[in-house]
């Protein structure tokens, strides 16, 4: 079984401030992590995945993640916003079965001038 | 060609209608996914083809009814719908089933039933 949480449905930061999405999860196996954005009217894009080795990731668009087992945490941060940013953010677990990916409820970013 | 196509982009049909959702991947994968996203509900998982074959179906209702002829290609059947079936319905693909494998998403269609 796996789920995740993502905390925070409406984050709201600056433009040029520091962004971070909260993600924990529960995998009974080891879990392979995404992140996904979906901008208005499109599908979802991938920003980033951990599957092994190296625990911080770095994604497109300048985001970065850090896999945290002791923490059963996958945060997303960016050091600074851009407008261009707003979007939803989901973070997704998936096991053995990419189709069985368990996405959170989505964080909305919003990015004021 | 984006990666993964989807038409229409938009879809009105009244309960008593037949439509026909379609996706195409030009991204040479060998699974296919239909997934549906609906307001204030997480992301659900609806079907899983794995080089065309049906490999996952999650208690979805008879009224859809996908079609996979091959590894490119997913159609999504409608028939006798209901207004709580208004969604975005995304396809999405992945170089394989395993966990390790991303999803590639399309743009959606916007389902709309009266």
């Known amino acids: 079984a796996q789920s995740v949480t993502q905390l925070g449905s409406h984050v709201s930061v600056s433009e040029g401030a520091l962004v971070l999405l909260r993600c924990n999860y529960s995998?009974?196996?080891?879990?392979?992590l995404f992140w996904y954005v979906q901008y208005p009217n499109q599908g979802l894009q991938l920003l980033l995945k951990?599957?092994?080795?190296?625990?911080l990731v770095k994604g497109i668009n300048g985001f970065e993640a850090e896999f945290k087992k002791s923490e059963t945490s996958f945060h997303l941060t960016k050091p600074s916003a851009h407008m261009s940013d707003a979007a939803e953010y989901f973070c997704?677990?998936?096991?053995?079965?990419?189709?069985?990916?368990?996405f959170g409820d989505g964080t909305t970013l919003t990015v004021k001038p | 060609e984006t990666g993964v196509t989807q038409t229409p982009r938009h879809l009105v049909m009244g309960m008593t209608n037949k439509k026909s959702l379609k996706c195409e991947q030009h991204?040479?994968?060998?699974?296919m996914y239909w997934y549906k996203q609906s307001a204030k509900k997480p992301l659900e998982l609806m079907f899983v083809?794995?080089?065309?074959?049906?490999?996952e179906n999650n208690s979805v209702p008879s009224r859809f009814s996908p079609e996979c002829p091959n590894s490119s290609h997913l159609f999504l059947h409608l028939h006798t719908l209901q207004p709580e079936d208004s969604a975005l319905y995304l396809c999405?693909?992945?170089?394989?089933?395993?966990?390790?494998?991303?999803?590639?998403f399309g743009n959606g269609t916007r389902l709309t039933v009266t």
């Open positions: 997704a677990v998936s096991g053995a079965n990419a189709g069985k990916s368990t």
């Open positions: 999405a693909s992945s170089q394989e089933v395993a966990g390790n494998s991303p999803l590639h």
């Open positions: 995998s009974s196996v080891p879990p392979y």
């Open positions: 991204l040479g994968h060998n699974a």
């Open positions: 951990y599957t092994t080795g190296a625990t």
């Open positions: 083809y794995n080089f065309k074959e049906q490999t």
